[in-house]
C-alpha cells in the first residue's frame, strides 16, 4: 500500500520569503510516480509536477523547485520569493506502476501574508 | 476550453434523496475518477474507470454508484443520501489505463451539502 504524509499542516510566511513543504512517502513498489497538486481558495486542484522513481533529478520551474530523494523517500516541494497568490493547500501524492490509484496526503496550508 | 468540467458546482438536498453529478471530460483520456475530498481536506479516490469499463472500486457504500456511458463521461449517482456524504467530490481523468504513470486532471469539484 502507498502512504504519503506531508506533517506539516499550516505554514504561515511573510511575502518574499521561501517556503519549503515536506512530503515523505511509504511504498514496497520499485517503479512508481509523485506528484504534486495545488488547491487555491477557489477549489480546483491544479497538477504542478510528476516524478518518476528512476529519475532523480531534480527540477526548478519559475519560483517552484522540487527535491527528490530516494534515499530518504522525500519529495519536497520550496516555493522561492513567495507571493500572495501562492496561498493554497499543497498537496503531494503517489502512484505505483501499474496501479492508478493516487495516494494523497493530508495537504499543506500555506498562508503568504502581504 | 474546459478540460474536465462537472455539474452542479454546488448541490444542496436533503437527506434520503437520491443526486446525481455529472462530469465529462475533453482531453481524449481514457481512465477517469471520481473522489471525494473530506471537510479536513483529506482526498480519497472513490472509483475509477478506463474505456467505461470499471477499474478501481474503493470500500464505498454500495448507495454511491458510478455510471460511463462513454469514455469522455463518468457520472455519479447516489441513493439515499446520509448526512455523512456532505463534502466536494471531484471528477479527474488521466491518458493512461492502469499504468499509474500520468498525472491525473481534475475538474472544479462538486460541493455537496446534505441537510
Known amino acids: 500500500a502507498q502512504k504519503v504524509t506531508q506533517a506539516q499542516t499550516e505554514i504561515s510566511v511573510v511575502e518574499k520569503e521561501d517556503v519549503t513543504l515536506d512530503c515523505v512517502y511509504e511504498?514496497?513498489?520499485?517503479?512508481?510516480?509523485l506528484f504534486w497538486y495545488k488547491q487555491p481558495p477557489s477549489g480546483e486542484l491544479v497538477f504542478l509536477i510528476r516524478?518518476?522513481?528512476?529519475?532523480?533529478q531534480n527540477e526548478i520551474s519559475g519560483r517552484y523547485s522540487w527535491n527528490f530523494q530516494k534515499s530518504t523517500s522525500s519529495f519536497n516541494f520550496t516555493i522561492t520569493a513567495s507571493q500572495v497568490v501562492d496561498s493554497a493547500v499543497y498537496f503531494c501524492?503517489?502512484?505505483?506502476?501499474?496501479?492508478?490509484?493516487?495516494?494523497f496526503g493530508k495537504g499543506n496550508q500555506v498562508v503568504v501574508i502581504p | 476550453d474546459t478540460a474536465v468540467s462537472q455539474t452542479p458546482k454546488y448541490l444542496v438536498t436533503q437527506m434520503g434523496n437520491d443526486k446525481s453529478i455529472k462530469c465529462e471530460q475533453n482531453l481524449g483520456h481514457d481512465t477517469m475518477y471520481w473522489y471525494k475530498q473530506d471537510s479536513k481536506k483529506f482526498l480519497k479516490i472513490m472509483f475509477s474507470?478506463?474505456?467505461?469499463?470499471?477499474?478501481i472500486n474503493e470500500t464505498v457504500p454500495n448507495r454511491f454508484s458510478p455510471k460511463s456511458p462513454d469514455k469522455a463521461h463518468l457520472n455519479l449517482h447516489i441513493n439515499s443520501l446520509e448526512l455523512g456524504d456532505s463534502a466536494v467530490y471531484f471528477c479527474a481523468s488521466s491518458q493512461d489505463g492502469t499504468g499509474g504513470l500520468n498525472e491525473q486532471y481534475f475538474g472544479p469539484g462538486t460541493r455537496l451539502t446534505v441537510t
Open positions: 501524492a503517489l502512484s505505483a506502476y501499474g496501479n492508478n490509484r493516487l495516494a
Open positions: 511504498t514496497r513498489d520499485t517503479t512508481y510516480y
Open positions: 516524478r518518476n522513481s528512476f529519475d532523480e
Open positions: 474507470y478506463n474505456n467505461k469499463e470499471l477499474i
